[in-house]
């Protein structure tokens, strides 16, 4: 396997616009995020960059970024457009879909994302869960829940579904973590397809690779990685910074 690691990213996030280059512990967050695939060893890593300013730090670091239409609708798109200029020929057999908002994910989780796909030949999609954090998880549809097939002991599964919605019962719930990793084909089919049904209902679009049959595994994490989507967040992640000086 000839794997890469894209990061799709762009300055018009609706909830904290300009975060990429939001400042957190005198780093700007996407060359944190850029910093920790690197630090993972497992892959080359690129930005694929909706706006140009992005490019212009990622490349003043003496990283890898490419500019894609900012207009484009979706992470996946941007990546398969970054692709296109990376790697035409095809090179590269699947692609890690690495969230620019996740500026402390360990490399380890990343490399375990790379094992997975490359360790089990029915997954199209590879990608992460850990455990919830408080029990207040469970009823919050901000947190986006996994239900996998996990054998006892096991530390990876198959994925049978993913929803906002409170489960119920005894048992763990696993909290999805944003970290995609695709079988290039399974990319190109999934993109090439409409919004499902189901990912219209939950606003989650790995529904609608499952709704195509596409085969999703998810491997355990220790923890979920700090995600920044808003001011508060962004704020946590400057404070745990200052834990790291």
């Not at 695939?37 to 890593?45: D, L, M, R």
């Not at 296109?84 to 692609?95: C, K, N, T, Y």
């Not at 923890?223 to 704020?235: M, R, Y």
């Amino acid at each position: 396997m000839n794997p890469i690691i894209l990061i799709p990213t762009r300055m018009a996030a609706t909830r904290l616009p300009g975060k990429p280059l939001a400042d957190i512990g005198g780093i700007p967050m996407i060359l944190r995020a850029f910093g920790q695939a690197n630090a993972a060893g497992v892959a080359p890593v690129a930005v694929a960059a909706g706006d140009q300013e992005i490019v212009d730090v990622v490349e003043a670091a003496g990283g890898r970024a490419v500019l894609t239409d900012p207009a484009l609708p979706s992470g996946s798109d941007r990546i398969l457009a970054a692709l296109a200029v990376l790697d035409p020929q095809g090179r590269h057999d699947a692609i890690i879909n690495l969230q620019g908002d996740m500026p402390f994910v360990e490399p380890t989780v990343i490399e375990a994302c790379v094992k997975l796909i490359a360790d089990q030949p029915g997954c199209d999609i590879a990608t992460v869960v850990a455990p919830e954090s408080s029990p207040a998880d469970r009823t919050n549809p901000d947190v986006v829940k996994a239900v996998l097939a996990l054998q006892a002991g096991a530390s990876a599964g198959r994925a049978l579904y993913f929803t906002r919605s409170t489960l119920y019962g005894d048992g763990p719930v696993w909290r999805h973590i944003g970290i995609y990793g695709y079988r290039r084909e399974a990319l190109e089919r999934f993109n090439a397809a409409p919004p499902s049904p189901l990912e219209q209902r939950e606003k989650l679009e790995q529904l609608r690779a499952m709704e195509m049959g596409l085969s999703i595994w998810a491997t355990i994490a220790d923890t979920a990685p700090i995600s920044v989507d808003n001011p508060a967040d962004l704020a946590a992640a400057r404070a745990y910074a200052e834990t790291l000086s």
